[in-house]
């Protein structure tokens, strides 16, 4: 049975071949900021000052953040070199924060 990280990186992958997925930090911000984006995945090592203006734009904009996974780990997953990422359909944005706070515990 597949760990609930992969089961989120499958759903992450699933999601950009339903055409759910926006990448790039501008479009990203874009996203956030016309209320498009539900959900964000940044990389947990993408640079200080970029993680801090999506993340602060997301807090304004009151869209969650999962910042769990690192660049390489995303890039696999979507088959797409990013390190930042909005799902734009609900239900995956919702099946992806189940499952990613399933893993957490919560």
Request: net charge positive; aromatic share 6%.
């Amino acid at each position: 049975m597949p760990s609930n990280a992969t089961k989120v990186l499958q759903l992450l992958g699933l999601a950009r071949r339903a055409g759910a997925l926006i990448t790039g930090e501008e479009m990203v911000l874009k996203a956030i900021r016309n209320q498009k984006a539900r959900l964000v995945l940044i990389a947990s090592d993408t640079g200080k000052s970029t993680f801090k203006k999506i993340t602060d734009k997301a807090s304004y904009y009151h869209v969650a953040v999962i910042a769990d996974y690192d660049r390489a780990t995303l890039s696999d997953a979507t088959g797409m070199a990013r390190s930042i990422y909005a799902i734009d359909n609900a239900g995956f944005a919702k099946k992806i924060k189940e499952v990613n706070n399933t893993e957490k515990g919560e």
